[in-house]
């Protein structure tokens, strides 16, 4: 078997897996990195956080795509999007050849991931209902999955052909947790929310007994490395030892106990020596325990004061590393010789990207629906902290745009605020109140000018990160474009272009032309960095590029090869070349010199493309609904 082929800055260029069974593959000089999203957390419910066998790289879930995250590098991602519903859980086999993930209506696919290819062996449809968790026999033959079925909420089967190995029942209500044995005799066992564990053995496996230890649900149950041990934890904030062979209770902690967790514990996972268990609570710590004593050795916390963002949600223990993953969806590196604060701190987007800008140096921006305004710089993000340090999200709502000037970051978002945020500290020094919600965003570097479209049909004007002036526009626009020199304002409302010259004297603005031509909803809108032409994406799948000094069209009819409304555009710096993205997934590059040149990226991101901005002549940035922000080699169509 070999490995992922990778490029030379160890990152997978492996593409996203389209929605079928076999993968669309793009091109590999084309993609360069991938910087994944991060999981969805929801508070009291455990999420998904599992460690490969061999490697230092954890494995989650977020939205309808599976990430594979290396520890040693955060921005060494892998996304794969073959699920079509949300999925749910993840898991390398023991022999790390391959990766079984599931999703919300039951079904599990597994697929390759030593192969270049990450080819799909088979996909089942274990029962009826969302899968919470999984586990793979240690022969990487048979996986158990369990959750919320509507007949069936337990079920053990071949991986390779799906046929079922027993029949598991014993559960009242919602399974919650699995763990397979990892040793002979093997055994499996289950933790729900009737407070009990289930102890099956087999196979083909059957119900043995089962332990009402548990006064609350039971949230995680897992063996050991090496099958000697086992545990459960739950909502009680009870962890209980099982003798591993019987599956009969050994020992527990209770909340009485000295060192114990003071809130619900959702996770845990063991050392790999199977001398250790971690958990992680909702009382916002993570604790290491002796398996062999019940003694806490080490307490992790968050800070003197932590926030409802800090309750940890899962833990991974891989080789070396120790992560946890709280509540704002942030990957916690931790070590023994820090225990109250994090040493290492990964961040990323949680859902969908809509919006991306380009800053100096390689480096640039994205905003996301969950609020979070986020720096990247080589492949890693930092957060732009908003006025509440305790959020951990800069906006209250989905951040329409981001200009990163030279001095402030300015922001929009759904909260109608304005923010301002310092280039250095990257945390926000004061805001301004939008009387109407944002729709729209432009930016003029050079003039260092912001313009916010609002759904009170107002321009909203910001110069030197500060509000100068507020005019009104026809309408609500979709779409917004500056001119370089910010002294012309394009706006798309419904299928037109209103173009206006900005006084900002004045503070008013005076109308040049309504340019017409478009035959749906113009939805994109950018100028050339040269001033000299605009370019303008309909809802009806077109991109026209019309002249400035004339208002004639230069492209018509021709840039028509999405399936779906244009979403955004972007030019090369040289302003010879468009990308174009879509909710069609697709990415296009366009040529203006030979409008019938183009080049297509297919399956750029699950969902659709919602974002693309040039670094440079060959560096594409993109970010799309699936939450991930990915780099591309941008080469000019021939």
Known sequence: MHPPTKNNNNNHVSPPQAAQSSATHIADEK????MGPFPLTERGVPSSLFAHPKEPRVIYPSGKSVVVRSLVDPSDTFVYHGHNHPVTVAKFSPSGYWVASCDETGKVRVWSWDNPEHTLKVEVAAFSGKIIDMDWDPESKRIVVVGDGKQLSAKCFMWDTGNSVGEMIGHAKRITSVSYKPSRPFRIMTGGEDFK?????GPPFKIDHSNSDHTKEVWCVRFSPDGSKLASIGAD???VFYDAKEGTKASEIVEASPGAHTGSILHCCWSPDSLKLVTCSLDKTVKVWDATSGACETTYT???????????????????FLVALNLAGELNYLDPASPTSAVRIAVGHSAPVPTLAAASGGEFFTGGDDGRVLKWTGGIAAKVAGPDLNARTTHGGKVVGVFPGSTAIVSAGFDDKLRFADPGSLRCVSEHALE?????????????LVAVGTSNAQAVFVRDGAFAFAAALPAPPLSLALSPDGNVLAAGVGHNVHVFGVDGASGALAPIKVVEGHRGNVTSLAFSPDGANLAAGDGNREI??????????KVSGKWVFHTAGVSCLAWSPDSQYVASGSFDQSIFLWSLAKPMKKQQIKFAHKGGVAAVAYLDDTTLASSGHDGAVVLWNATPPQ
């Open 436 to 448: 109407g919600q944002p729709q729209a965003f432009a930016s003029a570097a050079g003039p260092q």
């Open 302 to 320: 968050f800070g003197d004061a932590p926030t409802i963002a800090d309750m940890q949600c899962a833990v991974a223990w891989c080789g070396e």
């Open 544 to 553: 026209k590029v019309w002249a400035t000094d004339t208002w004639e069209t």
């Open 237 to 239: 904030r009870r962890i």
């Open 197 to 201: 564990t289930c102890w099956y053995t």
């Open 31 to 34: 993609l360069t990195k991938v």
